[in-house]
């Protein structure tokens, strides 16, 4: 079975708090195997007990059953995630300045017709399920955030910075 990675959408932001050991521990009570977590920050790779499509809904109604808050989870499989990583555009960003860099998870394909230049100095470009930003300026002085792009898009989503892209392929690679 091909590994999956899994991504919390707002974890440990707001009190809604949701430690690396309460990650795995659903994940392996799910069945799921060759779990490991990557930084407190909601980010999970796993291989599959059984359908890759069922990890997000499974992971999201068990942590939300032992939290008591629903816990929203994306999730990609190896070769979906390789494929982002392959299409990036935005290379030499990666390169030079990846903590700036940010990839948008949807849960479903957005509106692309989205404008950043009102919010400042981003750059974005969309493919498939996927948005990738660049924040020249850094992300936390920038106007556009994920509640706005949601908005714009019309659909829900989470962010990671390259290196934790980058890092979240390794450990899947490492499962394969």
């Known amino acids: 079975m091909s590994p999956v990675i899994a991504l919390l959408r707002a974890a440990n932001v707001g009190g809604r708090t949701i430690t690396a050991a309460q990650l795995r521990a659903a994940a392996e009570g799910l069945g799921h195997t060759e779990v490991a977590t990557y930084v ?16 997000g809904p499974g992971l999201s109604d068990a942590l939300a059953a032992e939290l008591g808050f629903e816990v929203p989870v994306l999730t990609r499989t190896l070769a979906q995630w390789q ?7 935005f290379p030499d960003e990666a390169a030079s300045d990846p903590a700036h860099l940010v990839l948008y998870c949807w849960d479903g394909a957005p509106s692309t017709g989205f404008d950043p230049t009102p919010y400042g100095n981003e750059r974005v470009a969309f493919a498939g399920h996927e948005m990738y930003a660049y924040f020249p300026d850094g992300i936390g002085r920038s106007k556009l955030t994920l509640p706005l792009i949601e908005k714009s898009t019309g659909r829900r989503g989470t962010a990671r910075n390259w290196n934790t892209v980058r890092a979240l392929l390794r450990l899947a690679r490492e499962r394969a």
């Open 83 to 89: 494929a982002i990583v392959e299409r990036l555009p």
């Open 40 to 55: 407190n920050s909601g980010n999970l790779v796993l291989v599959p007990a059984g359908a890759a499509a069922a990890v």
